[in-house]
């Protein structure tokens, strides 16, 4: 094996293990292998080839939306100002707000002097205190917006198994006097999950057997 081969290995193993490390968000472990290996925060990965969009560790956290990571990288010294293939910056290639948020907390940290954060394309600076405070607000609406969903699925399964008046005891209609949405009706089982839509079928054909079972009883 030619000395040039060993050097590809060495870097392929090197950007395999910073991967996986950075996937799992370990963050001690990231920085104590870069320390045991003398690696730089701003090793590039390799190949280059399967990496164009994510040629540095920061533009890989940052893609992945890992804002702790991120963070991690800028203190270590990671330089917020290269670009991948397309001339996409780390900052660039953020998935969240929260993410973005942690550029601009590193901009207040590190200070304007440290980089040329307008070149990295990151907006103005951003104090810890207010980040988290952000961080704070999208949390309470993402949890007022999942319970409220779970509420209105809650209703319109309840809506859905509420008795109603009967009507002709016909096949068609021996469910649908009863309040259940018919088979493949996709206007009632709108908003419903998976584990409602189970179990209002269920219901469903409990409700035909007994309304076939009543019908055997009258003849």
Same mark, same amino acid.
């Given at each position: 094996?030619?000395?040039?081969?060993?050097?590809?290995?060495?870097?392929? /193993? @090197?950007?395999? $293990?910073?991967?996986?490390? &950075?996937?799992?968000?370990?963050? #001690?472990? !990231?920085?104590?292998?870069?320390?045991?290996?003398?690696?730089?925060?701003?090793?590039?990965?390799? #190949?280059?080839?399967? @990496?164009? @969009?994510?040629?540095? !560790?920061?533009?890989?956290?940052?893609?992945?939306? !890992?804002?702790? &990571?991120?963070?991690?990288?800028?203190?270590?010294?990671?330089?917020? *100002? =290269?670009?991948?293939?397309?001339?996409?910056?780390?900052?660039?290639? $953020?998935?969240?707000?929260?993410?973005?948020?942690?550029?601009?907390?590193?901009? =207040?940290?590190?200070?304007?002097?440290?980089?040329?954060?307008?070149?990295?394309?990151?907006?103005? #600076?951003?104090?810890?205190? *207010?980040?988290?405070?952000?961080? /704070?607000? *999208?949390?309470?609406?993402?949890?007022?917006?999942?319970?409220?969903?779970?509420?209105?699925?809650?209703?319109? /399964?309840?809506? /859905?198994?509420?008795?109603?008046?009967?009507?002709?005891?016909?096949?068609?209609?021996?469910?649908?006097?009863?309040?259940?949405?018919?088979?493949?009706?996709?206007?009632?089982?709108?908003?419903?999950?998976?584990?409602?839509?189970?179990? &209002?079928?269920?219901?469903?054909?409990?409700?035909?057997?007994?309304?076939?079972?009543?019908? !055997?009883?009258?003849?």
């Amino acid at each position: 094996m030619t000395a040039e081969q060993k050097e590809e290995q060495r870097l392929i /193993a @090197h950007s395999t $293990a910073l991967t996986t490390i &950075i996937q799992r968000k370990k963050i #001690p472990a !990231l920085t104590a292998y870069l320390k045991e290996n003398n690696l730089s925060p701003d090793f590039q990965l390799y #190949p280059v080839s399967m @990496h164009s @969009h994510t040629p540095t !560790l920061l533009h890989l956290a940052s893609s992945l939306s !890992l804002p702790f &990571i991120v963070f991690t990288l800028l203190t270590l010294g990671a330089n917020p *100002e =290269s670009t991948n293939a397309t001339g996409k910056t780390p900052f660039e290639r $953020a998935g969240n707000r929260s993410t973005r948020d942690r550029f601009r907390v590193a901009r =207040s940290t590190l200070g304007e002097q440290k980089w040329n954060w307008d070149a990295a394309k990151v907006p103005k #600076p951003l104090s810890e205190e *207010e980040a988290k405070q952000r961080d /704070a607000r *999208e949390e309470a609406q993402l949890s007022e917006e999942k319970s409220r969903k779970a509420a209105e699925s809650k209703r319109i /399964a309840d809506e /859905a198994l509420k008795p109603n008046q009967v009507g002709p005891t016909t096949s068609r209609t021996a469910t649908r006097g009863l309040g259940i949405p018919e088979r493949g009706n996709v206007g009632n089982d709108r908003g419903l999950t998976e584990e409602m839509r189970v179990k &209002i079928e269920r219901e469903r054909r409990a409700r035909a057997a007994e309304a076939r079972f009543a019908r !055997l009883g009258k003849k």
